[in-house]
């Protein structure tokens, strides 16, 4: 069970984009990726294939990256933090940043 979600603000712990920041836009929770704004990016060869999509060429795309390779992001201190989950009286999960304390 993956507990990052998209629109997470994440930091990057290793490979070769390490220390850079990023927003999650898309999670494989069968293969445990996820997709980070401006990280891991790739260059991917694309055709023209309608009067409608005019982009073609080399276009610069990102990649999945393993989520054992990013950390989020504390809000707080705006710093790579571990995370853990309380349950608060009403009974809703929320989580919690172990460097701060604070609900992420």
């Known amino acids: 069970m993956l507990r990052l979600k998209k629109n997470d603000q994440v930091y990057v712990i290793a490979g070769k984009d390490k220390g850079k920041t990023g927003k999650i836009i898309k999670i494989f929770v069968g293969e445990e990726k ?39 992001l504390d809000k707080k201190t705006n710093k790579p933090t571990r995370f853990g989950v309380s349950i608060l009286k009403d009974g809703s999960k929320v989580r919690i940043s172990k460097r701060s304390g604070e609900v992420i």
Do not use: F
């Open 34 to 72: 996820a997709i980070v704004e401006g990280v891991n990016m790739m260059t991917k060869a694309r055709r023209k294939r309608s009067q409608q999509d005019q982009q073609s060429g080399l276009v610069k795309i990102e990649a999945p990256i393993h989520v054992s390779n990013i950390m989020l």
